[in-house]
């Protein structure tokens, strides 16, 4: 509406669960990390089959090179930055654990936080139509990129 009002272009581009090199130390992947490295509980709560799309950092920065750099002309368009695809906490879990200690085991389920998101899944079918562009990194291999810089 407003937009349409005073006659405002403009691109959004939504962002769904960010990570990889440089993630905050307060997020649950590092928190994860951490845990699994030290071999100290984690914490989850609810019972970790809420899930989220996980989205590698470098798709992130491709898309939005691929959108800047296009020559198409849109006019109030909205475009999700996601995988496409689901992934539980507890699935997150055991990829961590399956690379960094496949011997952990210290999970630790709490009461769910009632304001806590239960799912989050992206539609990257716009950037594959418009921008020829699909992310290239599941949520596997996008943690083990992600861990070889911490190792």
């Not at 130390?25 to 609810?46: P, Q």
């Not at 798709?59 to 992934?87: A, M, P």
């Not at 992206?122 to 921008?131: H, N, R, T, Y």
Request: hydrophobic share 35%.
């Amino acid at each position: 509406m407003y937009s349409n009002l005073y006659n405002i272009k403009f691109t959004g581009l939504r962002f769904f669960t960010v990570y990889g090199p440089g993630i905050r130390e307060d997020l649950a992947i590092s928190k994860f990390i951490k845990a699994i490295k030290e071999d100290t509980s984690i914490h989850v709560y609810g019972d970790g089959t809420q899930s989220r799309d996980f989205t590698y950092v470098d798709d992130i920065c491709e898309s939005i090179v691929r959108i800047l750099e296009s020559n198409k002309q849109w006019h109030n368009e909205v475009f999700d930055i996601g995988y496409g695809e689901s992934t539980s906490v507890n699935q997150l879990i055991a990829i961590l654990t399956s690379i960094i200690n496949p011997s952990f085991n210290k999970i630790v389920y709490e009461e769910e936080k009632k304001y806590d998101v239960r799912t989050t899944l992206a539609d990257p079918s716009k950037l594959q139509e418009w921008f020829n562009y699909s992310p290239k990194y599941n949520i596997k291999q996008g943690l083990e990129e992600m861990l070889k810089l911490y190792s």
